[in-house]
């Protein structure tokens, strides 16, 4: 939203200058002006030159940077490693995610408490079934060596001011703890409902699988 707000504001200003120099009968004269000298005057222009040079140099270094910080990580041997294990978590999420029971809506009919148990259930039975590849995708998704790689690209990438990139971690880091602190939860809650069959129990569980699939999904996009 403040990028569209900044960029119509950006947008506005400089159809207004445009107007102002149109108005001012700034295009007529560069117009009335020879195009070969012109180009020649402002080339040969020292303030132009010395600010042009600072522009392309700033660019060039800030690309050559982003290469060979590139290049560099993917040559560590321990940052490849957890690449990879990120890499195989994705796909172990991807690979059950599409499977996983969409939870209905509560039409005001229906006993709220029989609503809840019945999605809670869909999930119970949804990971019971596959167990093996969430729990996979959460340990390569969530290992605590994967902190290394995202301090190594904070320390290669921030100093280039890579907004994209700044986003795209954030989003990790938000995400991430949800995924470290929920799967324990459910596994205890799990273990609990096997001992007790307890309702109460089984919503509860039902209802941090629905909760742990939408970061999950929101991880692996």
Known sequence: MYRKVMFSLMLLSLILLSLIAWKVGVFTAIVGLPFFPLVEKIVT?????????????????YKW???YSKRKLKQDFRCNECIEGIYD???AVRKYM?????????????????????NAKKYIDFYGEHKGDIYIANLTLSYKGNDLLIDSIQSCFFINLNFKLLGILNHVKNRLPNL????PEIEKLAKEYIE???E???????ETLDSYFVDARCMAA
């Open 45 to 61: 222009n020292t303030y132009f030159s010395g600010v042009a040079c600072s522009i392309i140099a700033v660019i060039i270094i």
């Open 65 to 67: 940077q982003v290469l």
């Open 89 to 91: 978590g994705i796909e």
């Open 98 to 118: 599409p499977l996983v029971p969409k939870k209905e809506k509560w039409d005001r009919v229906c006993d709220y408490e029989e609503f809840r148990k019945k």
């Open 180 to 183: 470290r602190n929920k799967y």
């Open 196 to 198: 007790s069959a307890s």
């Open 200 to 206: 109460d129990i089984m919503i509860q569980l039902g």
